[in-house]
T-cell receptor, first 114, second 111 residues
Framework: GAVVSQHPSRVICKSGTSVKIECRSL??????MFWYRQFPKQSLMLMAT?????????EQGVEKDKFLINHASLTLSTLTVTSAHPEDSSFYIC??????????FGPGTRLTVL | TQLLEQSPQFLSIQEGENLTVYCNSS?????LQWYRQEPGEGPVLLVT?????EVKKLKRLTFQFGDARKDSSLHITAAQPGDTGLYLC???????????FGQGTRLTINP
């Protein structure tokens, strides 16, 4: 149980375009999901907390207008990187929080902006 | 701000040796989780420790939560090449849901 999926696994886009990444909890409902960013050889950096039915909470330094988060249902959260630039290239990972106080992570999405 | 100091950040040892990874903080956590991450994949949960002084074993891996719930350790016995990976500790603050991550330990086990 507690499987989290992400789609797409890899995406390459041109500078200036927007990219949407989906995060789904497959066998449980998650009122709270989290979005992380990970640079090569570094630990995970929390970007925002996604709450079902309400606005996301962003960490300090994360631009909410650039990284749009929508948590429209108990099993789906989306992260849209708007007007992507090469410096946005990174590994984006979502996680879902379960009632057991445990977070389960998705497999990640590798974003490359040309 | 809660911080988790994880050490060592890099460790390369020979197959068969033992090793310990530490996570320390001045803050109290309601629980602490250990993850393992392979390149290009998301972290996979190894264990969650909740009670101060708790010890959990997963085959050759032993996890311990400090009595004061401020620190934790991961001990691997007779390391094997398949143990190679990035190990992450992460704590849940009291009354919070956000995870605070350590810097990670990149472990390499040489045959």
């Amino acid at each position: 149980g507690a499987v989290v999926s992400q789609h797409p696994s890899r995406v390459i886009c041109k500078s200036g375009t927007s990219v949407k990444i989906e995060c789904r909890s497959l066998d449980f409902q998650a009122t709270t999901m989290f979005w992380y960013r990970q640079f090569p050889k570094q630990s995970l950096m929390l970007m925002a907390t996604s709450n079902e039915g309400s606005k996301a909470t962003y960490e300090q330094g994360v631009e909410k207008d650039k990284f749009l988060i929508n948590h429209a249902s108990l099993t789906l959260s989306t992260l849209t990187v708007t007007s992507a630039h090469p410096e946005d290239s990174s590994f984006y990972i979502c996680s879902a929080f379960t009632f057991t106080d445990t977070q389960y992570f998705g497999p990640g999405t590798r974003l490359t902006v040309l | 701000t809660q911080l988790l100091e994880q050490s060592p950040q890099f460790l390369s040892i020979q197959e068969g040796e033992n090793l310990t990874v530490y996570c320390n903080s001045s803050s109290v956590f309601s629980s602490l989780q250990w993850y393992r991450q392979e390149p290009g994949e998301g972290p996979v949960l190894l264990v969650t420790v909740v009670t101060g002084g708790e010890v959990k074993k997963l085959k050759r891996l032993t996890f311990q939560f400090g009595d004061a719930r401020k620190d934790s350790s991961l001990h691997i016995t007779a390391a094997q090449p398949g143990d190679t990976g990035l190990y992450l500790c992460a704590g849940v603050g009291q009354g919070a849901q956000k995870l605070v991550f350590g810097q990670g330990t990149r472990l390499t086990i040489n045959p």
